[in-house]
T-cell receptor, first 115, second 114 residues
Framework: DTGVSQDPRHKITKRGQNVTFRCDPI?????LYWYRQTLGQGPEFLTY????????KSRLLSDRFSAERPKGSFSTLEIQRTEQGDSAMYLCASSTRTGRGDTQYFGPGTRLTVL | SQQGEEDPQALSIQEGENATMNCSYK?????LQWYRQNSGRGLVHLILIRSNEREKHSGRLRVTLDTSKKSSSLLITASRAADTASYFC??????????????FGEGTQLTVNP
């Protein structure tokens, strides 16, 4: 399977706990994105990496959120002191520049439930 | 905020019928993309149409783009039960640093009844 993978697929945690998600992009893709999707809504952009550099962050990414991509390959998204409002699907996508545009390929997502 | 708005929010049809979904957006774009999402799963890229294209086909999919009206439509012909999913349009905001942020609409939930 050469697609984007995410781990875990589901995470249930109690309010106040920290959680970390992992994303493994398509191997030749240097661009990596995180999005968040709540029920009945489309995904919303959180942050963007080009190689190991975090170039863009959304205002949605509060101080409790941190993302890394240390070697320009996999990425982690950590949420500290989780709140019930953090319950959502967290989606990772990767892409690479082509002449046809920046098509982003999404992983299956990590569904977070904060109790 | 969501730039794209899909219409209708929900659509229920019988297998074999055609399904049409519409999307409107607000700012100028260089392309528009359609994605499908099966329940509780990730998004699958369906088709990309550039701003200088008016129509594009891929298998049973037909996408149109009207930049003067800032709207796009997705037509699925001869629908199948397996087409049951949520469909999203997405428009990219391109950064100077390269890469682009996709802005999604709220989606159309399509149900194809056998």
């Amino acid at each position: 399977d050469t697609g984007v993978s995410q781990d875990p697929r589901h995470k249930i945690t109690k309010r106040g706990q920290n959680v970390t998600f992992r994303c493994d992009p398509i191997s030749e893709h240097n661009r990596l994105y995180w999005y968040r999707q709540t029920l009945g809504q489309g995904p919303e952009f959180l942050t963007y990496f080009q190689n190991e550099a975090q170039l863009e962050k959304s205002r949605l990414l509060s101080d409790r959120f941190s993302a890394e991509r240390p070697k320009g390959s996999f990425s982690t998204l950590e949420i500290q002191r989780t709140e019930q409002g953090d319950s959502a699907m967290y989606l990772c996508a990767s892409s690479t520049r082509t002449g046809r545009g920046d098509t982003q390929y999404f992983g299956p997502g990590t569904r977070l439930t904060v109790l | 905020s969501q730039q794209g708005e899909e219409d209708p929010q929900a659509l229920s049809i019988q297998e074999g019928e055609n399904a049409t979904m519409n999307c409107s957006y607000k700012t100028s774009i260089n392309n528009l993309q359609w994605y499908r999402q099966n329940s509780g799963r990730g998004l699958v890229h369906l088709i990309l149409i550039r701003s200088n294209e008016r129509e594009k086909h891929s298998g049973r999919l037909r996408v149109t783009l009207d930049t003067s009206k800032k709207s796009s439509s997705l037509l699925i012909t001869a629908s199948r039960a397996a087409d049951t999913a949520s469909y999203f349009c997405a428009t990219p905001h391109v950064w100077e640093t390269s890469g682009s942020r996709l802005t999604f609409g709220e989606g159309t939930q399509l149900t194809v009844n056998p």
